[in-house]
């Protein structure tokens, strides 16, 4: 790393906080965000950097974006607003049917693309589900045994 870009890098510690809000505006082209201190220091070094030494590819750049995106991440490494989105890689293969009885009822839930059917309706999630079915708080994978107790798959 040049020693210019060094020099700039050590430099964001004693800028303040609007200086920091200034420099953003000029490397990065945009509002900063309202993030502390220590964020902006961070993201700035790594935009200095980047326009030192080039960035990632525009494909490296774009698969990233998916990942964060299907993680629940904003495109700042932040958590998005809103319900979070969780990888489903450890249910059933859709058309799995899983089986619960409860209160001397039995309750079939279908595995879908995307979710889960119950009752001709779609849910997001299981927990929704054995909400609905138990009238309580419940871990969906937990409820149709999925999970332990403990939280390890069955």
């Not at 059933?92 to 009752?119: C, I, K, Q």
Request: charged share 30%.
């Amino acid at each position: 790393m040049s020693k210019t870009v060094l020099k700039q890098i050590a430099g964001l510690e004693k800028l303040s906080h609007a200086d920091l809000q200034e420099r953003w505006r000029q490397l990065v082209g945009t509002e900063p965000p309202r993030y502390n201190r220590q964020f902006l220091i961070k993201r700035l070094a790594h935009r200095l950097q980047e326009l030192a030494h080039g960035g990632l590819s525009q494909e490296t750049r774009d698969q990233m974006d998916r990942l964060l995106d299907d993680a629940g991440y904003n495109e700042l490494g932040a958590r998005a607003i809103g319900p979070r989105r969780r990888p489903r890689g450890d249910l059933p293969v859709a058309g799995t049917r899983l089986v619960r009885e409860w209160d001397g009822e039995r309750h079939e839930v279908t595995v879908v693309r995307g979710g889960f059917e119950y009752r001709g309706r779609r849910y997001r999630s299981l927990s929704a589900i054995a909400r609905e079915i138990a009238g309580t708080r419940w871990n969906g994978p937990r409820f149709f045994g999925l999970r332990s107790a403990r939280g390890a798959r069955r």
